[in-house]
């Protein structure tokens, strides 16, 4: 990784977008300022203390008059509901905050408070519903309720719940619903795999550059990171392994700068908002630098920028897009296929037939063992990857580390202005819809000994996501279903490939000892995410 103020360096080029120089200018003379007063009050304590108290109590009162109106808020939205077919509030919540149950632990407040059914609960003003298992295929088969504004709110990416002043703000993340086109011409069959030779290129770089002993939910996720900016951003960044690590790095701190308490209380200056518009100047930076080379060089058809110049976006609407498309796209893929070795590796038996199943199709292309795997792989096409009776058993064995391992709460919202009918109860406009992926995958109802990682539960025999309709929502269902599926699988394929025909590898701590067992699957995050505890892979090189 190149240090920060490289990224910073970087970032000084120009931009091509007033708003956001202008803000940045004015961010700039704000944290001077701050600097400036740190020093001042650093030589005069009490004066220091005194602000502290003073802030804190403007902070409490604040707060206290928010609690209030959310409180008042809601005893009279609960009244208005109570009047309709809502569904129950749930008991799980505390007086003016709501739920913060959920926050703690997010599968296992929607499992204890959907006991009883589909039931309400409020997060202060947001209104929420969390739906039972029961009404799924409502859930996802309905295509009225929003999507990535649902998603916006709950992760607190979004200053206010209020449509027209995201617009005013410049956050429409959608693009006016032009977004979700825009990346699905990007997601082409065609342009991926005219693409693919650079894919091919840049994954053997990447794993063929390994450490004996890695983290892969950090070096995968680089990887994984490359190759999608590669597809949906821009070639001159993805040319550029650097540029891409400035580029994680601010990307992991984007993605943890939503915190209950931005959620919980949206229009609220919190240091958190202030940096995430701080790092969005940077990406925006790093995206004009390479839009300024795309512009100097002529055209480029393979290079997403250039599509994204011809449907005639602005510097910032190229920003928001690649940024919206990376958050879908990168941290579900990089943390998977990071899971997916990880079980393999702590599945021998598993490893083995893998790796001879992919050897096989290899040589089946390109025989000759000599060659390096890029040219081995020239002639093999994203079809031919994604063809599952090519790849049977590593097929499989991902279904079951999507099973095992996606557990995260999916959102709707009503956006309509309106009262909606769904599934029997009234979703007031505002309302969020959540519903969890647990209440399939980590159900014995549904599959046998949930917990374990076993993908002969997907074999002709058992079939076990055949039993119950809608059993299955690793790439999701009905209405949303993903949109990167075949990308997602391609990069994850081709990192498998890579690595189980390269190495010999296991599961171990940090110091190189073996680890026992993998960490246990995480249900309570808010996103699909790494393990809390370092998991490393011990790696020889294979002759
Ligand atoms: C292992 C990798 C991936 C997994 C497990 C995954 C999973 C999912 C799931 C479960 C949904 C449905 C969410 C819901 O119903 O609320 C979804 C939707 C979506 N995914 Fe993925 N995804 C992956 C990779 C990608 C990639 C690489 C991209 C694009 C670069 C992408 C773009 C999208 C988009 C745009 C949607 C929303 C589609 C719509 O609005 O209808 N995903 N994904």
Redesign the pocket.
């Known amino acids: 990784m190149i240090p920060t103020t490289s990224v910073f360096q970087f970032g000084l080029g120009p931009s091509n977008d007033n708003r956001i120089s202008t803000n940045a200018a004015a961010l700039h003379i704000c944290l001077l300022c701050h600097t400036r007063q740190t020093d001042f009050l650093s030589r005069s304590p009490l004066l220091m203390l005194q602000l502290a108290i003073i802030l804190s109590t403007a902070l409490l009162a604040a707060l206290i008059v928010v609690g209030f109106a959310s409180w008042h808020n809601r005893r009279t939205g609960k009244a208005k509901i109570l009047t309709s077919r809502a569904a129950p509030y749930t008991s799980l919540t505390y007086p003016i905050l709501g739920s913060l149950q959920y926050f703690s632990g997010h599968w296992d407040f929607l499992r204890s408070a959907t006991k009883e059914g589909t039931v309400s609960f409020h997060l202060a003003r947001q209104q929420c519903i969390a739906v039972d298992v029961d009404k799924r295929q409502e859930f ?1 088969s309905d295509s009225r309720p929003a ?2 504004l ?2 916006a709110v709950m992760l607190g990416a979004t200053p206010s719940m209020n449509r027209d002043f995201l617009m005013h703000m410049g956050f429409d993340i959608t693009l006016g619903g032009r ?2 086109k825009f ?2 011409a ?2 082409r069959n065609e342009r991926v795999n005219a693409s693919r030779h650079v894919l091919y290129q840049y994954a053997e770089e990447s794993i063929g550059a390994l450490e004996p002993i890695t983290n892969p939910f950090d070096s995968i996720y680089r990887t ?1 990171f490359r190759l ?1 900016i590669n ?2 951003a821009a070639s001159s960044i993805s040319a550029n392994p650097a540029v891409c690590d400035a580029l994680v790095k601010i990307f992991h701190e984007l993605d943890r700068s939503g915190t209950p308490a931005t959620i919980l209380f949206p229009w609220f200056p919190w240091w958190e908002r202030v940096r995430r518009f701080y790092l969005m100047k940077h990406f925006h930076d790093i995206m004009m630098v390479a839009l300024a080379e795309r512009r100097r060089e002529g055209r480029d058809d393979e290079d997403p920028l250039q599509f994204l110049l011809d449907e005639g976006l602005s510097s910032l609407e190229i920003t928001q897009f690649t940024l ?3 958050f ?3 941290a ?6 990071a899971y997916f070795l990880c079980d393999l590796a702590s599945h021998p038996s598993y490893l083995a037939l893998i790796r001879a199943e992919i050897l096989s199709f290899i040589d089946s292309f390109h025989p000759d063992p000599t060659l390096p795997f890029s040219t081995r792989f020239h002639s093999i096409t994203l079809d031919q990857w994604l063809n599952p009776s090519n790849l049977p058993l590593t097929h499989r064995c991902l279904k079951e580390t ?1 099973r095992l391992r ?1 557990a ?1 709460p ?3 919202l009503n956006d309509s202005g309106a009262d909606m009918e769904f599934g029997g109860t009234v979703v007031p406009h505002g309302t969020i819809l959540t ?1 969890h ?1 647990s209440f399939m995958h980590h159900n014995e109802a549904f599959y046998v000994d949930p917990m374990r990682w076993d993908p002969e539960r997907f074999g002709v025999e058992r079939a076990e996501d055949k039993g119950r309709p809608m059993a299955f ?13 075949r ?3 391609f ?2 394929f081709l990192i498998t490939a890579l690595a189980v025909c390269s190495y010999d590898m296991e599961v171990v701590e940090k110091d190189g000892t073996p680890m026992v067992e993998m960490p246990p699957v995480q249900l309570n995050d808010a996103v ?1 995410s790494p393990p809390k505890r370092d998991v490393y892979l011990k790696l020889n090189a294979r002759c």
Request: aromatic share 12%; hydrophobic share 55%.
């Open positions: 996802f999507f990535a649902a998603y977004a979700v990346l699905a990007l997601l994984v999608t597809t949906i919206a498309a990376l879908a796209g990168i579900n893929t990089g943390v998977v296929a999507l996606i995260t999916f959102h709707r519903f992926s929502a690793g790439w999701g269902l009905g209405k949303h279903q993903c949109l990167g599926q990308l997602g699988k990069e994850i699909v």
